[in-house]
Nanobody, 115 residues
């Protein structure tokens, strides 16, 4: 069982930055894949970025060059640094962990980007 708690969302103007955090209840060095997803109103949940235990990072085309995923194993925390935010980045952002053949989700944190 893995508990994930996101934080760091909020309201920001276009062009601004936010950093999301995801604290895990287990050692994240043992989690196969961790990632961030987002869901905008009326849309399906979509992948934003993932980070594997071997250090591989993947990003959605829409966020490449603007968002950076990272993790601090000592703090069991994953981050998403979001720069040059756009109104279309507005969504609820969810932390995800794939661990021992199960998917775990956090409760989500709202990010709102005003134009």
């Amino acid at each position: 069982q893995v508990q994930l708690v996101e934080s760091g969302g909020g309201l920001v103007q276009a062009g601004g930055s936010l950093r999301l955090s995801c604290a895990a209840s287990v050692s994240i060095s043992s989690i196969n894949v961790m990632g961030w997803y987002r869901q905008a109103p009326g849309k399906q949940r979509e992948l934003v970025a993932t980070f594997t235990t071997i250090g591989s990072r993947n990003y959605a085309d829409s966020v490449k060059g603007r968002f950076t995923i990272s993790r601090d194993n000592a703090k069991n925390t994953m981050y998403l640094q979001m720069n040059s935010l756009k109104p279309e980045d507005t969504a609820v952002y969810y932390c995800n962990a794939y661990f021992r053949l199960n998917n775990y989700w956090g409760q989500g944190t709202q990010v709102t980007v005003s134009s």
